[in-house]
């Protein structure tokens, strides 16, 4: 059984850090691509960003471009998601989720077949 579990979110002030994590188990993890998803509240989820199995290819939506760095630890079967200078904006529940084998990276969330629980992130202004 897949399970993905993200950990690290909270309440923070406007221009802070935040670092999510998100631990698999039940899936041969260097295998999967991985991306994290965000959705508001009244919005859609959305893309954040994505990196390959091995982890030397990464891929970010504009709007975090610069201030979000996503990593993974094979060894530790977990994918972090560094995010700094936090805007208002970027409050949502963050997902990860592991896509489909045999591509780099996704930014859809339909070959995305595995999803985390999700973590609330609330920046303050």
């Known amino acids: 059984q897949v399970q993905l579990v993200e950990s690290g979110g909270g309440l923070v002030q406007a221009g802070g850090s935040l670092r999510l994590s998100c631990v698999a188990s039940g899936l041969t993890f260097s295998m999967y691509p991985m991306g994290w998803f965000r959705q508001a509240p009244g919005k859609e989820r959305e893309f954040v960003a994505a990196i390959n199995g091995r982890g030397g290819i990464t891929h970010y939506a504009d709007s975090v471009k610069g201030r979000f760095t996503i990593s993974r630890d094979n060894a530790k079967n977990t994918v972090y998601l560094q995010m700094s200078s936090l805007k208002p904006e970027d409050t949502a529940v963050y997902y990860c989720?592991?896509?489909?084998?045999?591509?780099?990276?996704?930014?859809?969330?339909?070959?995305?077949?595995?999803w985390g629980q999700g973590t609330q992130v609330t920046v303050s202004s």
């Open positions: 989720a592991a896509g489909r084998v045999g591509s780099y990276y996704y930014t859809t969330s339909q070959y995305y077949g595995y």
